[in-house]
């Protein structure tokens, strides 16, 4: 236990610190895009990276299913049984990047489909074979990190990150100001994960002493079942997912054009900022709950579900208010007014993160607990819901932005938002959904309060400050001490509320 809880210490204090350093280079990185190679050149990468997202489908969640059998070799110290899953890991991901390259060589010829006019923007056949490059190239290394993952040791990932996130977004900026090249400016940017990956590479190899040819066997019959299940509960899963986010950009460019998904593009940067933070704090104990679901019982497993859920509202609630009330003083500062959504759109956003990000921590419930298996049902009910209603409201309505933001949130609320929480807790703890019922409206109420509070102070303060930087301050401070407190207050005294002292004592005590 205290290993574990060590480990998990360490991995929500590296993630912390580097988040936080981590988080302007990707505002410095898109205000140079747009600054320098325009808003065109930003919705047309962004509409790559979502037909890229598509086609990596081909992945199918065998990582996440792989890394889920990880947990109990990692626990008992079965050094053979990892090789055997890291040689499987690693040719199933070989084939996936053959597989996404010849894919992305067939959808060249339709790319005029969703780009229209913007076809004839220079060179953007080679921009989007860079692209493809950078994608294929992911899968080459990246199932070395997921070891990482599994064994607890997130923070050695996210300090070569650091590193190299620094290095490259420096070259960026001073080949971007003395070239203004689209395509070397792109390269630089997609390749960026491809050398942190091959440095964890290596660092894996060398810490865990894989030697992949001492031993060819081959997993088990009932191993393999195992794997077969999970694999195809995580396929539903993964395709869900890309079908509710991964086609946004393409559906609007359809029905709209590149611009839109640029502006757009600029919101989601500081959702995405957002939610890699979260998913690094909340992933971050992961492990832990892996070592759970292999050497505690299922009331324990509750237990930590519970406490782990209130550490991702409060990093969730901030987030909410951040986006709502800050994202409007945050885009002016940075790219400029032009840019600002209307408040209608910036609400839809808060709301859908919201939505979608409350479920983060099941979803890491239902890779370690071996779940996937019974989220088929929920998964296709997901995409079929979100793609029909986002054609709905782009087609007929003509809504744009605002329509994609609707279907997701109407497949969210229909779904996911009620069968993700049954699974977990009919198949994994085996208990009834009244607790996290309760839970999840008390959550809802306190956010709610907290809206109607800073909405009235901000409209009072607002005709008192005019800078922007100081109006971003004060508003900041007010997110900060209304999200923090309140939650303390509704939850005082309470199992959750010392689980996350007991945490943060232990991270300053580190």
């Avoid at 074979?129 to 990246?142: A, D, E, K, R, W």
Wanted: glycine share 6%; charged share 10%; aromatic share 16%.
């Amino acid at each position: 236990m205290a290993s574990r809880t060590k480990l998990a210490t360490k991995n929500v204090f590296a993630t912390l610190i580097v988040s936080i350093l981590v988080f302007p280079l990707q505002f410095i990185n898109r205000y140079y895009m747009v600054h320098y190679l325009g808003i065109t050149y930003l919705g047309i990468t962004s509409l790559f990276a979502n037909i890229l997202s598509v086609l990596s489908l081909a992945d199918l969640g065998i990582g996440t299913a792989i890394v889920f059998l990880m947990y109990k070799p990692l626990a008992e110290h079965d050094q053979k049984k990892i090789t055997i899953l890291m040689r499987y890991y690693r040719a199933i991901y070989r084939t996936i990047a053959i597989v996404i390259f010849i894919l992305g060589l067939i959808i060249i010829p339709f790319l005029g489909f969703f780009l229209h006019s913007s076809i004839n923007y220079p060179n953007v056949y080679l921009l989007f074979i860079i692209y493809l490059m950078g994608t294929v190239s992911s899968y080459l290394f990246s199932y070395n990190q997921s070891l990482l993952f599994a064994d607890q040791r997130n923070h050695i990932y996210s300090w070569f990150n650091l590193v190299v996130c620094y290095i490259m977004i420096i070259l960026q900026i001073i080949t971007v100001k003395l070239f203004r090249s689209p395509l070397l400016y792109a390269t630089m940017y997609v390749f960026t994960g491809f050398i942190t990956n091959i440095l964890i590479s290596i660092y894996v190899n060398r810490h865990y002493h894989l030697n992949y040819r001492e031993s060819n066997e081959k997993l088990s019959k009932e191993e393999f079942h195992e794997l077969f299940s999970n694999v195809v509960g995580n396929m539903f899963l993964r395709i869900s997912g890309v079908v509710v986010t991964g086609t946004d950009s393409m559906l609007l460019s359809t029905f709209t054009n590149v611009i839109q998904v640029g502006y757009y593009a600029n919101y989601l940067t500081i959702t995405n900022v957002i939610q890699q933070l979260m998913t690094k704090v909340v992933g971050a104990v992961t492990g832990s709950i892996g070592n759970y679901s292999v050497n505690q019982n299922r009331k324990e497993g509750e237990k930590l579900f519970y406490n782990l859920q209130f550490l991702n509202f409060l990093l969730l609630n901030l987030a909410t208010l951040g986006i709502l009330f800050a994202s409007k003083d945050v885009i002016s500062l940075w790219l400029g007014p032009t840019y600002i959504l209307s408040t209608l759109n910036t609400f839809l956003i808060a709301f859908s993160f919201y939505l979608i990000n409350y479920q983060m921590l099941g979803w890491n419930f239902v890779a370690v607990y071996g779940l996937a298996k019974y989220m088929k049902l929920v998964s296709v009910s997901e995409m079929i819901i979100n793609f029909l209603a986002s054609i709905l409201f782009l087609k007929y309505f003509h809504l744009g932005i605002t329509g994609i933001l609707l279907g997701t949130i109407c497949s969210t609320l229909l779904t996911v938002a009620w069968q993700d929480p049954f699974v977990i807790f009919r198949h994994g703890f085996r208990t009834s959904l009244g607790k996290y019922i309760r839970q999840y409206l008390r959550f809802l109420i306190i956010l709610i309060l907290e809206i109607i509070i800073i909405d009235s102070t901000v409209r009072l303060l607002e005709k008192n400050i005019v800078n922007l930087w100081y109006h971003l301050l004060v508003v900041i401070l007010l997110i900060l001490f209304t999200g923090i407190v309140l939650p303390l207050i509704f939850y005082i005294n309470s199992d959750e509320e010392k689980f996350l002292f007991s945490l943060i004592k232990r991270i300053i005590g580190r």
